[in-house]
């Protein structure tokens, strides 16, 4: 028999496949047409059940359209639903069913009311086919018919027999014409039908059924089934008898052989629907350890739920939060995972945890209850409570688009993926809070900013290794020193977990105290490996490098514990590891020797030193892993930012998903010092000679010739040394010193939070200040409670316009925007 088949007509791809979706379930064949001209070559081309026409089309409109199809000879029977958003006007409903339609729908459509319509239409052209291929069938040969077939006189006397008949009984057609199936079987069984012949004869009964038996060759008996029925001829005579003669003899048999299968098959079922227990339990414990996240879990559960039930939506609403979880899925479209308020979830929520068993219902639309968890268009839906321990937190709803009775079995077997999902959800978000609880660990261990270093950029990263429940050993450290230099650090406690960090910690502090001295990276170094040996037991074996920046001269003094080389990447394009030999990791020898190696970082160029997470992969040799950071590092720009996550990307490939931690720090050497520089000097004089050498490198940065320098520096210096003096007695306390250029007057002041003392009467002292003022061109001098105040301009030589602003301004300027 063909495919019924229903045409679609729509100039709208949208409602063409929104009416696919309503009725895809019927099965029929849908068959699209874009136009009332593209609808017409279809009906050359095959039969339609029904057709869904849309009224407002270009070209040939939906009633136009209509009218040609009732024209046509083949087609003018078919019937016709028009399915159209204008307007309810009785007048466009006339026009619809004057143009040949047989029903009239607005849009939006009811799609329950829709698909019922056209499966009727089917039905009912299927039934019309199926009477012509009956009539086709009966006029088709009579002998061959597979089953033994006779047609005998109201007395049941045979008048005509089949060949399947004859082959049945073992006998000629002439042994069996004008005997009666009385004479044919057992006297035992005469007239065994005889009632119900005259009954069918008075048109009291349709037809009627009899099983007998029949006598073959050499007396065998042969069960058979009769089916009795009436032909009526044209001249309304007393009617003949059609006979139906059924073996029996294979259907006893195939009835015994599926008594067996049945036992055997529900044997099978049951051992299937264990199989199929087990197997949902694993997918979702596969699920729950593969999943890193919460999201992720949901995602995966609610994936193998539509698989194994076989549903349309599914849902888990987890309201044990505030906000509520809630995750939707559908076959074929992404889950989604939101939040909702508590007291938004829907009514089959609220009503599973407050029962506290499973929902199922037939029929969503008759009870009236929102669920819109599922989303719309849901008919039937089954829901189950979800637990941890004792306590209800949720639930799992799974929904269909067409009707469904959920059995005992389904039922069971969501209750037990809910048992399984309560319990994945809680390890899963147990990983999460410990995962939390490590990575707040590690960033309070790491520097919670980097400092502000005139003439350097500075920025880091930190990427915990996919393991994020422990914590790692990794570490980076930066910091500004009294004499103006940058102190930097990177380390790697080998190990993992509480006693890494320990560690880690440990050296970290250790090491910022040993910073802070700012000598020889060397005895630094030494220093620190003898704290680690200090450490006792808990001491573990730690890679580390140390290194001082001087940013006025660009001079890197540098040592390498057993550390990744660092990498320095040149403005020009070029990139090298700095690979000196490495002297040993801190905590292996007791009196190892580290060495200070010295380079010079040119202005543009970067240092970056890193750990080995980012050049190591287990799948390739270590020299690839540096190879690939190195080219990086080649395009290492003047956004310090930008080179940390492009050598992130390239030393990843992309794929952050690295076992280890993974730790960068990024120093840039800039081009300027900029407009303004502000300088935290110490006493000591290697501060002061650092603060000369910034001075110089930033004087150098303007218009003034050397000169000009030499007395700009001798006047800083000397006010300097006033602060060490008189402020702080010869401490070695932190005083402020900020450079600003406007044009061409510089400005320079200099803050102290000492007290001043009066200074000594000695003939030789007491000379700084007025020499100040001979070689600047203004200088005024604020003391206060807090500290004193110094603060010069002078103009260069070579100076554009001076500028409108006061010496307030510029005081203010620097008060205000210089950064630290």
Same mark, same amino acid.
């Given at each position: 028999?063909?495919?019924?088949?229903?045409?679609?007509?729509?100039?709208?791809?949208?409602?063409?496949?929104?009416?696919?979706?309503?009725?895809?379930?019927?099965?029929?064949?849908?068959?699209?047409?874009?136009?009332?001209?593209?609808?017409?070559?279809?009906?050359?081309?095959?039969?339609?059940?029904?057709?869904?026409?849309?009224?407002?089309?270009?070209?040939?409109?939906?009633?136009?359209?209509?009218?040609?199809?009732?024209?046509?000879?083949?087609?003018?029977?078919?019937? /016709?639903?028009?399915?159209?958003?204008?307007?309810?006007?009785?007048?466009?409903?006339?026009?619809?069913?004057?143009?040949?339609?047989?029903? @009239?729908?607005?849009?939006?459509?009811?799609?329950?009311?829709?698909?019922?319509?056209?499966?009727?239409? *089917?039905?009912?052209?299927?039934?019309?086919?199926?009477?012509?291929?009956?009539?086709?069938?009966?006029?088709?040969?009579?002998?061959?018919?597979?089953?033994?077939?006779?047609?005998?006189?109201?007395?049941?006397? !045979?008048?005509?027999?089949?060949?399947?008949?004859?082959?049945?009984?073992?006998?000629?057609?002439?042994?069996?014409?004008?005997?009666?199936?009385?004479?044919?079987?057992?006297?035992?069984?005469?007239?065994?039908?005889?009632?119900?012949?005259?009954? !069918?004869?008075?048109?009291?009964?349709?037809?009627?059924?009899?099983?007998?038996?029949?006598?073959?060759?050499?007396?065998?008996?042969?069960?058979?089934?009769?089916?009795?029925?009436?032909? #009526?001829?044209?001249?309304?005579?007393?009617?003949?008898?059609?006979?139906?003669?059924?073996?029996?003899?294979?259907?006893?048999?195939?009835?015994?052989?599926?008594?067996? !299968?049945?036992?055997?098959?529900?044997?099978?079922?049951?051992?299937?629907?264990?199989?199929?227990?087990?197997?949902?339990?694993?997918?979702?414990?596969?699920?729950?350890?593969?999943?890193?996240?919460?999201?992720?879990?949901?995602?995966?559960?609610?994936?193998? /739920?539509?698989?194994?039930?076989?549903?349309?939506?599914?849902?888990?609403?987890?309201?044990?939060?505030?906000?509520?979880?809630?995750?939707?899925?559908?076959?074929?479209?992404?889950?989604?995972?939101?939040?909702?308020?508590?007291?938004?979830?829907?009514?089959?929520?609220?009503?599973?945890?407050?029962?506290?068993?499973?929902?199922?219902?037939?029929?969503?639309?008759?009870?009236?209850?929102?669920?819109?968890?599922? *989303?719309?268009?849901?008919?039937?839906?089954?829901?189950?409570?979800?637990?941890?321990?004792?306590?209800?937190?949720?639930?799992?709803?799974?929904?269909?688009?067409?009707?469904?009775?959920?059995?005992?079995?389904?039922?069971?077997?969501?209750?037990?993926?809910?048992?399984?999902?309560?319990?994945?959800?809680?390890?899963?978000?147990? @990983?999460?809070?410990?995962?939390?609880?490590?990575?707040?660990?590690?960033?309070?261990?790491?520097?919670?900013?980097?400092?502000?270093?005139?003439?350097?950029?500075?920025?880091?990263?930190?990427?915990?290794?996919?393991?994020?429940?422990?914590?790692?050993?990794?570490?980076?450290?930066?910091?500004?020193?009294?004499?103006?230099?940058?102190?930097?650090?990177?380390?790697?406690?080998?190990?993992?977990? /509480?006693?890494?960090?320990?560690?880690?910690?440990?050296?970290?502090?250790?090491?910022?105290?040993?910073?802070?001295?700012?000598?020889?990276?060397?005895?630094?170094?030494?220093?620190?490996?003898?704290?680690?040996?200090?450490?006792?037991?808990?001491?573990?074996?730690?890679?580390?490098?140390?290194?001082?920046?001087?940013?006025?001269?660009?001079?890197?003094?540098?040592?390498?514990?057993?550390?990744?080389?660092?990498?320095?990447?040149?403005?020009?394009?070029?990139?090298?590891?700095?690979?000196?030999?490495?002297?040993?990791?801190?905590?292996?020898?007791?009196?190892? #020797? @580290?060495?200070?190696?010295?380079?010079? =970082?040119?202005?543009?160029?970067?240092?970056?030193?890193?750990?080995?997470?980012?050049?190591?992969?287990?799948?390739?040799?270590?020299? =690839?892993?540096?190879?690939?950071?190195?080219?990086?590092?080649?395009?290492?720009?003047?956004?310090?930012?930008?080179?940390?996550?492009?050598?992130?990307?390239?030393?990843?490939?992309?794929?952050?998903?690295?076992?280890?931690?993974?730790?960068?720090?990024?120093?840039?050497?800039?081009?300027?010092?900029?407009?303004?520089?502000?300088?935290?000097?110490?006493?000591?004089?290697?501060?002061?000679?650092?603060?000369?050498?910034?001075?110089?490198?930033?004087?150098?940065?303007?218009?003034?010739?050397?000169?000009?320098?030499?007395?700009?520096?001798?006047?800083?210096?000397?006010?300097?040394?006033?602060?060490?003096?008189?402020? @702080?007695?010869?401490?070695?306390?932190?005083?402020?010193?900020?450079?600003?250029?406007?044009?061409?007057?510089?400005?320079?002041?200099?803050?102290?939070?000492?007290?001043?003392?009066?200074?000594?009467?000695?003939?030789?002292?007491?000379? *700084? !200040?007025?020499? /100040? #003022?001979?070689?600047?061109?203004?200088?005024?001098?604020?003391?206060?409670?807090?500290?004193?105040?110094?603060?010069?301009?002078?103009?260069?030589?070579?100076?554009?316009?001076?500028?409108?602003?006061?010496?307030?301004?510029?005081?203010?300027?620097?008060?205000?925007?210089?950064?630290?």
């Amino acid at each position: 028999m063909p495919e019924t088949a229903v045409l679609l007509v729509d100039d709208h791809e949208e409602n063409l496949i929104a009416l696919e979706a309503v009725l895809e379930p019927t099965g029929y064949r849908l068959v699209k047409a874009r136009s009332g001209e593209e609808a017409l070559r279809a009906l050359l081309q095959g039969d339609f059940a029904a057709i869904l026409l849309d009224v407002q089309m270009p070209g040939l409109d939906g009633f136009e359209t209509a009218e040609l199809i009732r024209t046509r000879e083949r087609s003018r029977c078919v019937p /016709i639903i028009f399915v159209t958003a204008i307007s309810k006007a009785p007048e466009h409903v006339f026009q619809g069913y004057e143009a040949g339609a047989v029903d @009239y729908l607005f849009k939006p459509v009811d799609a329950v009311v829709l698909r019922s319509k056209v499966e009727v239409f *089917g039905q009912l052209y299927e039934r019309g086919r199926a009477l012509a291929e009956r009539e086709e069938l009966l006029r088709a040969t009579f002998d061959d018919a597979p089953i033994g077939m006779a047609r005998a006189g109201a007395d049941g006397r !045979l008048r005509h027999v089949n060949s399947a008949l004859t082959q049945a009984l073992g006998r000629e057609a002439g042994e069996l014409l004008g005997r009666t199936l009385d004479e044919l079987g057992p006297r035992a069984e005469a007239g065994i039908d005889a009632a119900q012949r005259e009954q !069918l004869l008075a048109g009291r009964i349709a037809r009627y059924e009899v099983e007998r038996r029949l006598v073959g060759p050499r007396g065998t008996t042969i069960p058979v089934l009769v089916s009795a029925s009436l032909a #009526r001829s044209a001249n309304n005579s007393r009617p003949d008898l059609i006979l139906q003669l059924q073996d029996l003899r294979e259907r006893r048999r195939a009835q015994r052989d599926r008594e067996q !299968l049945i036992r055997a098959q529900a044997e099978r079922a049951q051992a299937e629907a264990a199989a199929e227990r087990l197997r949902i339990m694993q997918s979702i414990a596969v699920a729950a350890l593969g999943a890193e996240d919460l999201e992720q879990l949901l995602r995966e559960l609610l994936d193998r /739920i539509l698989e194994a039930l076989d549903v349309d939506r599914a849902a888990v609403v987890l309201t044990d939060e505030a906000p509520a979880v809630v995750a939707r899925a559908a076959g074929g479209v992404d889950t989604v995972v939101g939040r909702e308020a508590r007291d938004d979830v829907d009514d089959i929520t609220v009503r599973v945890m407050r029962e506290g068993g499973p929902l199922a219902i037939a029929d969503l639309p008759a009870a009236g209850l929102d669920a819109s968890s599922l *989303g719309p268009a849901i008919t039937s839906l089954l829901a189950v409570p979800l637990a941890d321990g004792e306590q209800v937190i949720g639930s799992i709803h799974v929904g269909t688009l067409t009707r469904r009775d959920f059995d005992e079995e389904t039922t069971a077997l969501l209750g037990l993926a809910a048992d399984r999902a309560g319990l994945a959800i809680a390890r899963t978000r147990l @990983y999460e809070r410990e995962r939390q609880i490590a990575g707040e660990l590690q960033r309070s261990l790491l520097p919670k900013r980097l400092p502000r270093v005139p003439g350097v950029a500075l920025d880091a990263r930190y990427l915990p290794g996919v393991n994020g429940t422990t914590v790692g050993g990794d570490w980076y450290d930066a910091v500004a020193l009294p004499s103006g230099h940058v102190a930097l650090a990177i380390g790697d406690v080998v190990g993992r977990g /509480i006693a890494a960090a320990a560690t880690m910690g440990q050296m970290r502090s250790a090491l910022r105290a040993i910073l802070m001295q700012g000598d020889d990276t060397g005895a630094m170094a030494d220093r620190l490996n003898r704290f680690a040996h200090a450490l006792g037991p808990e001491a573990v074996m730690t890679t580390v490098v140390l290194a001082i920046l001087e940013p006025a001269t660009g001079k890197l003094r540098y040592t390498n514990a057993g550390h990744p080389p660092p990498v320095l990447a040149g403005a020009d394009g070029r990139a090298r590891f700095l690979a000196d030999p490495p002297s040993p990791p801190m905590g292996v020898l007791a009196s190892p #020797r @580290y060495t200070e190696h010295v380079t010079v =970082v040119e202005p543009g160029s970067t240092i970056v030193l890193y750990t080995d997470g980012l050049v190591e992969e287990p799948s390739e040799v270590l020299d =690839v892993g540096l190879e690939r950071l190195l080219d990086a590092a080649r395009g290492a720009g003047r956004d310090v930012a930008a080179t940390c996550e492009r050598l992130l990307e390239r030393g990843l490939r992309g794929s952050p998903s690295r076992s280890d931690d993974v730790t960068l720090l990024a120093v840039r050497m800039n081009e300027t010092l900029g407009d303004q520089v502000t300088l935290e000097v110490s006493g000591q004089p290697g501060g002061l000679f650092a603060m000369r050498q910034t001075l110089r490198r930033w004087l150098s940065e303007t218009a003034a010739d050397a000169s000009e320098a030499d007395d700009i520096v001798m006047a800083c210096n000397e006010a300097c040394e006033n602060s060490v003096e008189h402020g @702080y007695g010869f401490g070695d306390d932190l005083f402020e010193v900020a450079f600003e250029r406007d044009g061409g007057e510089v400005t320079i002041r200099i803050r102290d939070t000492g007290s001043w003392q009066p200074p000594r009467d000695e003939p030789h002292r007491g000379r *700084g !200040l007025p020499l /100040i #003022r001979k070689v600047m061109d203004a200088v005024e001098v604020t003391p206060r409670n807090d500290g004193t105040t110094v603060l010069m301009r002078r103009r260069l030589a070579a100076a554009p316009a001076p500028s409108d602003r006061s010496g307030a301004e510029i005081a203010g300027s620097l008060a205000r925007g210089v950064s630290r």
